[in-house]
């Protein structure tokens, strides 16, 4: 067995790493373009800086996530995740139909 027919041909793969570093790429984006938009440029470093630091925080929590959903609490986890996500529906439905949300 040649290692070319181990995973999908080539090509595929160039297309699934190009769509993953687009969207990576828009989802950096639309969070500097939303502090900004919202708060103002004066003090979009600090901003900046704390929502990253709050990302990456927030980020360990996936690892114990990881673990509870493999010991067998799959369940549990899906119920929090969608708890999570009821929780901050009202933000997203706010922001729907806003045109102008920018600091003058």
Do not use: W
Not at 77 to 92: E, K, R, S
């Amino acid at each position: 067995m040649s290692m070319t027919s181990v995973g999908p041909p080539l090509s595929v793969q160039m297309v699934g790493m190009l769509c993953y570093a687009l969207g990576r790429m828009l989802v950096f984006a639309m969070f500097y373009i939303n502090i900004g938009t919202r708060f103002g440029h004066d003090n979009i470093g600090t901003l900046v800086g704390v929502g990253a630091a709050v990302s990456a925080l927030l980020s360990l929590v996936k690892y114990s996530t990881i673990d509870a959903a493999s010991t067998g609490s799959a369940f549990l986890v899906n119920i929090v995740c969608g708890a999570t996500l009821a929780g901050l529906l009202p933000y997203c439905i706010r922001d729907i139909g806003m045109e102008d949300f920018a600091c003058n």
